[in-house]
């Protein structure tokens, strides 16, 4: 017999995916323990598990699911093969239907006119104070994307206007935006997306200096302190409009202990390790948020299958190493995170500054 746990890790299905398909009737543990609740399964529901973790991460529908896995116990093999085509049909009329529908949208893109002022019209000059900038980067530079196809996203984006300078970077799943105060404002509202290889020369210069100088001229950056200079041109992609990916949905607020979570994080239980869209793998960490207020990692309580526990109000799966690196950026050892619904991304954010905060985009969880 397997606790669930155990099933969990054999099967590449997560606990509370395994919960959720005994509850729904579809894979049921074969004994209960009736005091403690704990679930124990036979060694015959090992392949059903895994049967069932390959058919949801293809998108079969859950009814499907059911009638595939009673043909594969009944050793109805021309069942199965006619929902798996009839399945296999499915997504091919829809990367079809994709593909149309895409190729609408490049269409549009290209009949649309940029209403923004180009990025190379701009001209501006700030002084800004070093440790206030130095902090700003180490707030953000761990969201800066690497994918070679989006060259737009592979630096940090200085959005300077209003008096304030805000640095903002993301590689889709995951965000950070902070901000200094400037003290001095010359010039136009300018916007420039620093290359990563600069923004970490800007860096450099700034521990321990006076007065950060920062002059954006055209599609050239530079940055001079204490007599040093960083300098160098912006790509000519324009950086996305980062403001309409950061309006999130009221939700739930808990201010957490940094040190505490990042340690049950590190050690605790994870996910299977998933494939990502561009075909990285990558643990999940799912995040319990309970009645009281409480933040904690999904099967750590009551003891190592998580079983026994009160139910979560609301349960969200995250890359597990981005939510390391926020909570390492946030530079606080107590921070709030907002959780909306399990579809809406994870906010993390400083108590006493909300203009500096990230955001993690969520990991759909089976079932």
Not at 208 to 224: C, F, K, N, Q
Not at 298 to 324: H, I, S
Request: with cysteine.
């Amino acid at each position: 017999m397997r606790s669930i746990g155990e099933m969990a890790r054999d099967s590449g299905l997560s606990v509370s995916a395994l919960r959720f398909y005994d509850r729904a009737g579809v894979l049921v543990p074969d004994w209960v323990d009736p005091v403690s609740g704990y679930r124990w399964y036979g060694p015959g529901q090992l392949p059903e598990a895994r049967l069932l973790a390959r058919l949801r991460r293809v998108g079969m529908p859950l009814a499907d699911v059911r009638l595939v896995l009673a043909g594969w116990s009944g050793a109805d093999a021309d069942l199965v093969r006619k929902l798996l085509d009839a399945h296999l049909r499915r997504l091919e009329r829809g990367l079809t239907d994709a593909r149309r529908e895409l190729s609408a949208v490049r269409a549009l893109l290209e009949r649309r006119e940029n209403p923004m002022t180009p990025v190379s019209t701009a001209t501006a000059r700030l002084t800004v104070p070093a440790d206030g900038l130095a902090a700003a980067l180490d707030a953000v530079r761990f969201a800066v994307g690497t994918d070679p196809d989006l060259p737009m996203l592979g630096g940090v984006l200085f959005d300077a206007g209003g008096g304030t300078l805000r640095l903002v970077a993301t590689d889709r799943y995951r965000m950070a935006v902070a901000g200094v105060e400037v003290a001095d404002h010359e010039g136009d509202d300018a916007r420039a997306t620093v290359p990563a290889p600069l923004a970490d020369a800007m860096r450099a210069l700034l521990d321990g200096a006076g007065p950060a100088r920062l002059t954006v001229d055209g599609d050239r950056v530079s940055l001079e302190t204490s007599g040093r200079q960083a300098a160098g041109p912006c790509p000519g992609q324009e950086f996305p409009d980062y403001r309409r990916l950061v309006r999130l949905p009221a939700g739930r607020r808990v201010t957490v202990d940094v040190p505490a979570l990042r340690e049950a994080v590190r050690t605790g239980p994870v996910r299977a390790r998933t494939p990502g869209e561009d075909g990285a793998v990558f643990d999940v960490t799912v995040l319990a948020v309970t009645a009281d207020g409480a933040v904690t990692v999904a099967g750590e309580d009551a003891g190592e299958d998580g079983e026994g526990r009160d139910a979560p109000v609301l349960e969200t799966g995250v890359n597990r190493e981005f939510l390391l690196d926020a909570l390492a950026a946030g530079a606080r050892d107590r921070l709030v995170m907002e959780f909306g619904d399990p579809t809406a991304p994870v906010a993390v954010r400083r108590p006493d500054d909300e203009g500096t905060f990230s955001l993690l985009m969520p990991v759909r969880l089976e079932g």
